[in-house]
């Protein structure tokens, strides 16, 4: 089978698995498929929340562990090359590290990869243009070739399939979640060390962590709550210090950072059941809405009918359900009820 026909068949399998409920069915599925075109020993694949970037879904296998305080230092305050943010914004959203014998100085590959038993990692920033929602890393141990430009041409020829998946991912059907612990909370230094975290807030990162087989850990879902840190620390605007997170049993978390003065702690990250009204602006961008679809889907989350709808925005009760079939469609739901459904 010639290449092309390899990177086809990966995408109509990526494809395929964006539908699967669980995390771990549908991270396996997919980079056995990558692996076919890029291998690999070791991936991580994540997506963010496109209403402030903040990363909303982790899935690893044999990756980067323990070390998530130390990779959400060097991916927001320290000099480094390839990072995701700024892949995203490159004209090839690939990076190769590791493996050249000239390679950049990076802490990452020796204080990081290296300590791990890895040789060279592939990053790919999953993009649009509407924006970014996500990334995959790839890492390669010692007895394989590093990786080189022409993975990086392979990867961004798969990048188009990983992105639809990751950016669909968080609205698929799951059935109705169970009953919501309480809201917890961490409180974190300057220097992101946990001067404390309740117990609530251990619970709800727990509910964050796939099962079955992905090998993500509390610990590694810490690195959403430093994010979260950082960006309330750095981000005038509070609505881009939020996070909006699907658990694999179907709730929705928001994670929110406060700036206090508590002892050494400057920034108090609470985890609690989310909001229709803090959903709405990342569903917003997830389902690809238009500024008049995002109306109608307000209106609607608000309980009021189509005539009342029509009356509001000045439309007739036609135009309205032209809108609501197309936000259906779109979320790839039948209804009203089934699209709150998997809102609430």
């Known amino acids: 089978m010639g290449v092309v026909d390899a990177i086809q068949r990966a995408a109509r399998t990526v494809a395929h ?69 700024e892949l995203a914004r490159c004209s090839v959203p690939a990076g190769i590290l590791g493996g050249s014998a000239r390679e950049p100085p990076s802490p990452r590959l020796h204080d990081i990869l290296h300590p791990a038993g ?15 929602w996500g990334a995959l890393s790839l890492f390669r141990e010692g007895a394989r070739r590093p990786f080189g430009a022409d993975d990086a041409v392979l990867a961004t020829r798969l990048a188009p399939a990983l992105t639809t998946a990751v950016r669909q991912r968080p609205l698929r059907r799951l059935p109705p ?96 059941a989310a909001s229709l009204t803090q959903l709405l602006p990342a569903v917003d961008a997830w389902l690809g809405l238009t500024p008049r679809e995002a109306q109608v889907l307000r209106l609607v989350a608000s309980g009021l009918p189509g005539k009342q709808i029509a009356t509001r925005l000045a439309i ?4 309205v359900n032209t809108y609501l079939r197309t936000i259906y469609r779109k979320a790839h739901v039948t209804g009203r009820a089934e699209l709150l459904g998997q809102l609430t």
Not at 22 to 30: G, I
Not at 243 to 261: E, P
């Open 17 to 85: 698995a964006g539908g699967h409920a669980s995390d771990a069915d549908f991270a396996d599925e997919t980079l056995a498929s990558v692996a076919t075109v890029l291998p690999h020993d070791g991936y991580c694949i994540f997506g963010v929340d496109p209403a402030s970037g903040l990363r909303a879904f982790m899935l690893s296998r044999n990756g980067l562990d323990g070390v998530s305080g130390r990779l959400a230092y060097n991916e927001t305050r320290e000099r480094d090359v390839n990072r995701y943010a």
């Open 118 to 132: 890895f040789r060279s990692e592939l990053r790919l920033a999953l993009r649009t243009h509407r924006g970014w």
């Open 177 to 272: 979640g169970p009953r919501l612990p309480p809201s917890g909370v961490v409180l974190l230094d300057p220097n992101d060390t946990i001067v404390s975290m309740s117990e609530e807030a251990r619970n709800w990162l727990q509910a964050l962590c796939a099962g079955g087989s992905d090998e993500m850990t509390m610990d590694d879902m810490m690195r959403v709550v430093y994010e979260v840190a950082h960006a309330t620390r750095t981000r005038a605007r509070t609505d881009q210090n939020l996070c909006r997170i699907r658990t694999s049993s179907g709730a929705w978390v928001a994670l929110q950072g406060n700036r206090v003065d508590a002892g050494s702690a400057d920034v108090a990250v609470i985890l609690q």
């Open 316 to 319: 007739s009760p036609q135009t």
